[in-house]
């Protein structure tokens, strides 16, 4: 079955710097990685996603990467602000059915 | 604001009670699941319907007990639970598989005493 694995656990950046949150996942056959974002006492919410058949994905100052190859795909937060803060999830699909998620990044934006 | 809706919001149960957690969701998804989050594990798969097919049980104990009526209604039957079950459960719908987006509910916060 899928592994995800999610690295680091806990991270802090400055204000204004960047933050690279990074996955690995097992199963080759493996396609869509999406990336969701769970602020304090609210639900997760996809904030971007990468299909197979393209290598980066950005939308505004988020930015996703994905080497196939390595199997590990990795999410890029530029110019950090204090609404970052918040626990990142990755995850990828195992069979048909499962979202398989990771452990999770808890990103502490400091001032 | 999500479309997919859970109650009750909060819920204390001792460990012979039996209650229901509910979820629903009009977007028109076929796949919905429930997962366990707590400190240990912050997103658990518990279980998968698929077109209110039961598709996974992630090694669950028989203490929950999910049931699809139809594909726009989850129930999660809980009976008999444990202290360290006390945990945060959220609902998710996809619009058919694990490669769509997931939509989550905001979640039933357990606590078993």
């Known amino acids: 079955g899928e592994n995800v694995e999610q690295h680091p656990s806990t991270l802090s950046v400055q204000e204004g710097d960047s933050a690279v949150i990074k996955c690995t996942y097992s199963?080759?056959?493996?396609?869509?990685f999406p990336w969701y974002k769970q602020e304090l006492g609210k639900r997760p919410q996809l904030i971007i996603d990468i299909r197979s058949n393209v290598g980066e994905k950005k939308d505004q100052r988020i930015a996703v990467t994905l080497n196939k190859t390595a199997k590990h795909f990795s999410l890029h937060i530029t110019e950090t602000q204090p609404e970052d803060s918040a626990v990142y999830f990755c995850?990828?699909?195992?069979?048909?059915?499962?979202?398989?998620f990771g452990k999770g990044t808890r990103l502490h934006i400091l001032p | 604001e999500t479309g997919v809706t859970q109650t009750p919001r909060h819920l204390v149960m001792g460990m012979t009670n039996k209650k229901s957690l509910k979820c629903e969701q009009h977007l028109g998804h076929n796949a919905m699941y429930w997962y366990k989050q707590s400190a240990k594990k912050p997103l658990e798969l518990m279980f998968v319907y698929n077109f209110k097919e039961q598709t996974e049980n992630n090694s669950v104990p028989s203490r929950f007990s999910p049931e699809c009526p139809n594909s726009s209604h989850l129930f999660l039957h809980l009976h008999t639970l444990q202290p360290e079950d006390s945990a945060l459960y959220l609902c998710?719908?996809?619009?058919?598989?694990?490669?769509?987006?997931?939509?989550f509910g905001q979640g039933t916060r357990l606590t078993v005493v």
């Open positions: 995850a990828a699909p195992e069979e048909d059915d499962k979202i398989i």
């Open positions: 998710a719908s996809s619009r058919d598989s694990s490669n769509t987006e997931a939509f």
């Open positions: 199963d080759s056959a493996s396609n869509y």
